[in-house]
């Protein structure tokens, strides 16, 4: 084996390691985002519980896919059928939109915090 060869291969794996790190640490990331994100939302509620308190807890859904040696893809899927159960006779899709995209606590906006989906696409938006 030559030296150019076995100097490519080395490189090859360096690069591995260090992209498979980075996503490792993307994903915690956005683990992170996602705790953060909703955590802030029910903070600036009270009563700090209530009877529906964390019915969002799951929404964030961070994934991480390796696509090849070099290339992961990492990011947060939010799942709009996790938080059910509410009984606003709008539905559960109104009262998702309600807390995820206008962070509004209850269908009377007695409360409002900073939406989730704001914390998280300008987590995002860094990026671009």
């Known amino acids: 084996m030559n030296l150019d060869v076995a100097l490519k291969k080395r490189?090859?794996?360096?690069l591995e390691k260090k992209v498979k790190e980075r996503a490792e640490e993307f994903y915690a990331e956005c683990v992170d985002?996602?705790?953060?994100?909703?955590?802030?939302?029910?903070?600036?509620?009270?009563p700090i519980h209530?009877?529906?308190?964390?019915?969002?807890?799951?929404?964030c859904s961070p994934f991480k896919h390796k696509l090849s040696s070099i290339k992961y893809e990492?990011?947060?899927?939010?799942?709009?059928?996790?938080?059910?159960?509410h009984k606003d006779k709008l539905g559960?899709?109104?009262?998702?939109?309600?807390?995820m995209e206008l962070g509004i606590h209850g269908t009377s906006s007695i409360a409002k915090?900073?939406?989730?989906?704001?914390?998280?696409?300008?987590?995002?938006?860094?990026?671009?």
């Open 11 to 14: 490189l090859e794996k360096v």
């Open 33 to 46: 985002l996602g705790d953060r994100a909703i955590a802030q939302f029910y903070a600036a509620y009270s």
């Open 50 to 59: 209530y009877k529906r308190m964390h019915s969002f807890d799951y929404v």
């Open 74 to 85: 990492v990011g947060i899927r939010v799942l709009e059928g996790v938080a059910v159960g």
């Open 92 to 99: 559960d899709e109104y009262v998702f939109h309600g807390v």
């Open 113 to 128: 915090s900073t939406p989730p989906m704001e914390v998280i696409r300008d987590y995002f938006a860094k990026f671009d």
